[in-house]
């Protein structure tokens, strides 16, 4: 059965992440460095959201919560900026009780809440890409990569 997606995006500004924990354990030895290996894999993330939404909006996000995702027992799709990656689809969970209005100003209404993130695909040679370009570039990947543009654009055509 296909998860129910949350229409509403949270303020990129009001994102607090705390990535998974325990993924990677060090085990200190005497004398030296510490030894490192992989504990979890897929460990889930810590997402801190917020929304500036009017009473309408309010309403749908309460309603998501309560019917869609049984008071955050089930899980559902959303979109969001992590990784520094473009906006990305994420299976989430609401954390209990953390749905909260915060405030109201005039017909506003703030509200937050707390999302237990999946992690999404990681893709090695992306990352790996990503990595080799930044280094090649000096730090300036848009000149760099403006650069590369320009010179494909001269490129004889077959």
């Known amino acids: 059965m296909p998860l129910d997606k949350l229409l509403l995006r949270p303020q990129s500004s009001g994102y607090a ?27 889930t993330s810590l ?20 019917n ?8 559902f ?4 900026l992590l990784d520094g990656a473009p906006l990305q689809e994420y ?20 509200a937050s809440a707390q999302f237990e993130v999946l992690p999404a695909e990681v893709d090695d040679d992306a990352d790996s890409s990503i990595v080799d370009i930044f280094e090649a570039s000096g730090g300036d990947m848009a000149g760099y990569l ?9 490129w004889p055509r077959a």
């Open 146 to 154: 403006q650069a590369f543009a320009d010179i494909i654009a001269r």
């Open 77 to 80: 799709l959303t979109d969001l």
């Open 68 to 75: 869609r995702t049984g008071g955050g027992a089930e899980p």
């Open 91 to 110: 299976t989430a969970y609401f954390i209990p009780e953390s749905l909260k209005l915060t405030g109201t100003s005039g017909t506003a209404r703030m």
């Open 17 to 43: 992440v705390t990535p998974p924990s325990g993924a990677i354990i060090r085990s200190a030895l005497p004398g030296g460095a510490g030894e490192y290996s992989a504990d979890v894999e897929g460990g």
């Open 47 to 66: 997402v801190d959201v917020n929304w500036l939404v009017d009473a309408a909006r309010w309403q749908y996000l309460n309603a998501f919560f309560r």
